[in-house]
T-cell receptor, first 111, second 115 residues
Framework: GQQLNQSPQSMFIQEGEDVSMNCTSS?????WLWYKQEPGEGPVLLIA?????ELTSNGRLTAQFGITRKDSFLNISASIPSDVGIYFC???????????FGTGTRLKVLA | NAGVTQTPKFRILKIGQSMTLQCAQD?????MYWYRQDPGMGLKLIYY???????DKGEVPNGYNVSRSTTEDFPLRLELAAPSQTSVYFC??????????????FGPGTRLTVL
């Protein structure tokens, strides 16, 4: 079945640094979603992407829908301590509403 | 709006016990989902529903049952709890309009431990 691979698995960065993470699949996705999960909470939607090549921003966050439709990227600029959490990519299994989630990128920001 | 609510927040079960995890949404969403998240892992879909009276299996349905008698509620039942079901359970909902702009909203989760 479809799988989403995220890299890196974890990151330790200094406050103020920029962050890049990506999500790849062996098959095509028509929608890419990026979520953030904080400890003890459910995932919260950050950015949704619906067209190949689309670049969308939400504050310091920018995400791109890869041209091949098999990948997506999330960038965080000028990181702050509250950016700490797990970032998940997700997308619907082709032709269904069954969403597949990546394994997540764990981000820690050192003040 | 409360969004998606889940009860209980925490529960400890003994092997073989049964319980129902409750999920409700007040956004008039058609689609509802149950996921489990094991430590250090992503979310796996257990069951989902596209409307009242309609449910379907996800990736990991064994050991669980669901029902959808109303648009608002989507309870998840564990009949014979096993240690492998120790996990955090998340409920989510979406409009399910059929358009590519549909997105999911998550509840805060239920932490279940089976001993």
């Amino acid at each position: 079945g479809q799988q989403l691979n995220q890299s890196p698995q974890s990151m330790f960065i200094q406050e103020g640094e920029d962050v890049s993470m990506n999500c790849t699949s062996s098959s095509i996705f028509n929608t890419w979603l990026w979520y953030k999960q904080e400890p003890g909470e459910g995932p919260v939607l950050l950015i949704a992407l619906y067209k190949a090549g689309e670049l969308t921003s939400n504050g310091r966050l920018t995400a791109q829908f890869g041209i091949t439709r098999k990948d997506s990227f999330l960038n965080i600029s000028a990181s702050i301590p509250s950016d700490v959490g797990i970032y998940f990519c997700a997308g619907p299994n082709s032709g269904t509403y069954k969403y597949i989630f990546g394994t997540g990128t764990r981000l820690k920001v050192l003040a | 709006n409360a969004g998606v609510t889940q009860t209980p927040k925490f529960r400890i079960l003994k092997i073989g016990q049964s319980m129902t995890l409750q999920c409700a949404q007040d956004m008039n969403h058609n689609y509802m989902y149950w996921y489990r998240q094991d430590p250090g892992m992503g979310l796996k879909l257990i069951y989902y529903s596209v409307g009242a009276g309609i449910t379907d299996k996800g990736e990991v349905p064994n050991g669980y049952n669901v029902s959808r008698s109303t648009t608002e509620d989507f309870p998840l039942r564990l009949e014979l709890a096993a240690p492998s079901q120790t996990s955090v359970y998340f409920c989510a909902s979406s409009y399910g309009t059929g358009s590519s702009t549909d997105t999911q909203y998550f509840g805060p989760g239920t932490r279940l431990t089976v001993l």
